[in-house]
């Protein structure tokens, strides 16, 4: 095979020099807010944002990504692209082991890939590129596309293609396997304890393969559900962590000026989180497309990131968020306006009929934000019905399209073919599974159009076709975008080297370490 590139290797010596000259301690315990409580820690088969800034200290893909989103090795050391861009190699690290100490190998990449097929809805999306995967020997995997697919370097972060041990999991009834609630990975830290509504304990790995890794003894992720409360546990001492949206936006002026206190908005590079609310579009008056270009009418989206956000984040302007590839804003729009709100539901022949709305169970800015955009459209005829449910029972009532109007962010993953056109294409409507299509839009147009887009070749093409994307979907309002939200990290300043990535905490801690 003809190679153009194999970059793992010089990056990792890379990573090495600027490790070593940052001179870490070792040792230590580090407090964390985690907010609210994951539904789960199985990192393959529950993507809920929580669920990814735990576990993605526990579980590695086999790619990191810089804040400028370039690819550095994680569980494979190198990697090279065949000349014709549609035969991707992959070299494993020799010595890595699972928690429980049995070999890393590359049959466990060949189980985790048919498996996150199955659980995994934004995996499966970027696996449909991929025509088979081969392991010739033991540390080797060789992926062969359908065709050249420029992001596909992209898809090996933790939270993207978590590597799952095959020895714990084939065979078994993935959804009530044991190792679901005491998650075995590769990772810099271990699970050892969960005490539901308190807390969360990770310890160090002590034979993880990066040597002198991690620098942190152990992690407490504490389970704080009232969010004035968890502002007092920074003030107080109690945490040193507070990772972005863990307290209410508008506690974070305060708290920034407090004595050695650190605040960066970095780490969510390669996330950039755009919130939307689902829209059902299969039933009832949401099946009308008038009614929901009236939603994006009566919602005043200026009111709620000046207010409710206290300012953190942009007001949206359709799918993609304006910090990822081929972004437009030359799209429909759709400023507060209750009037044109009305006339659009009177033209539909919208007769009151009842719309169920989940707000996201994340706290209090949430709760906030749900009351005002139910208010919102009340003011403009529409009879909302608010169903309250924890973060299970929403993921499930979504999943299962019991809903009509429900609120979510989700993640971008820099470029539209991996975090954009999975919540639209038709391909992506799978029943029992959130984070993909499941509002039910299907537009030929825009299937065509997002697989196009996955391949076309130049870039100019790519963002000739997302534009188009861009503008048929704003037209058409399958979901209602909201804002592209920032979220602050807090910590104390002893805490060293914590945001290192373009995923942040999420794997920060294995590069963490305290200054004593």
């Known amino acids: 095979m003809s190679k153009r590139v194999l970059l793992g290797l010089l990056l990792a010596c890379g990573l090495t020099a600027s490790a070593l000259a940052q001179e870490a301690k070792m040792g230590g315990t580090i407090n964390a807010v985690i907010q609210p409580e994951p539904p789960g820690l199985m990192l393959a088969m529950i993507q809920n944002g929580p669920t990814q800034m735990v576990s993605g200290n526990i579980f590695e893909g086999l790619l990191r990504y810089s804040p400028k989103l370039e690819p550095q090795p994680e569980l494979a050391e190198s990697w090279s692209v065949s000349e014709d861009a549609k035969t991707y190699t992959f070299k494993l690290r020799k010595g890595v082991t699972w928690h429980d100490g049995k070999p890393f190998t590359a049959a466990d990449v060949l189980f985790s890939i048919e498996m996150l097929k ?40 933790v939270g993207s293609m978590p590597m799952v041990p095959k020895h714990l999991y084939e065979g078994t009834d993935w959804k009530t396997n044991p190792y679901n609630n005491a998650p075995v990975g590769t990772g810099p830290f271990m699970f050892k304890e969960w005490q539901k509504g308190s807390f969360i304990r990770l310890v160090k790995n002590p034979n993880y393969y990066e040597k002198g890794k991690p620098y942190i003894d152990e ?20 945490v040193d962590v507070l990772p972005g949206g863990s307290v209410e936006n508008f506690d974070v002026p305060r708290l920034s000026k407090l004595k050695d206190t650190c605040v960066t908005g970095a780490g969510w590079e390669f996330f950039s989180p755009l919130a939307w609310l689902w829209l059902n579009n299969r039933q009832g008056p949401l099946a009308d ?72 169970a994340y706290g209090e800015t949430w709760q906030r934000w749900g009351e005002a955009v139910k208010q919102n459209l009340i003011d403009v005829g529409m009879n909302i019905e608010t169903i309250s449910t924890d973060v299970a029972g929403g993921n499930q009532k979504i999943g299962d399209w019991d809903y009509d109007i429900a ?26 599974q959130v984070f993909n299509n499941v509002e039910g839009y299907s537009n030929p147009d825009i299937d065509k159009l997002f697989a196009d887009g996955a391949v076309a070749t130049p870039d100019s093409k790519r963002k000739e076709i997302y534009e188009k994307a861009q503008k048929i979907l704003v037209d058409d309002v399958p979901v209602a975008w909201m804002l592209e939200l920032q979220f602050p990290t807090i910590t104390r300043c002893k805490v060293k080297n914590l945001i290192t990535t373009a995923i942040g905490v999420n794997d920060g801690f294995k590069d963490a370490w305290l200054d004593k």
Do not use: C
């Open 118 to 157: 199955q659980t995994h809805a934004r995996a499966r999306a970027n696996l449909m590129q991929v025509d088979k995967v081969e392991a010739p020997d033991d540390y080797t995997v060789v992926f062969t596309l359908k065709q050249p697919f420029g992001p596909f370097l992209g898809i090996f972060e």
């Open 219 to 238: 992690i407490y992720w504490q389970i704080i559900p009232d969010a004035a409360a968890r502002s007092v546990a920074y003030e107080t001492g109690k």
């Open 289 to 360: 497309k008038r009614v929901r270009q009236a939603i994006m009418y009566a919602i005043d989206r200026d009111f709620a990131k000046d207010v409710i956000w206290n300012g953190l984040g942009k007001v949206a302007t359709g799918p993609s968020a304006s910090t990822i590839k081929y972004y437009t804003g030359d799209v429909p729009k759709y400023p507060y306006d209750p009037a044109k709100a009305k006339a659009l539901l009177k033209e539909a022949g919208y007769k009151g009929e009842k719309i169920r709305m989940l707000p996201l």
């Open 407 to 432: 609120f979510t962010y989700l993640y971008q993953y820099g470029d539209p073919a991996l975090g954009v056109g999975r919540n639209y294409v038709s391909s992506a409507i799978a029943k029992g």
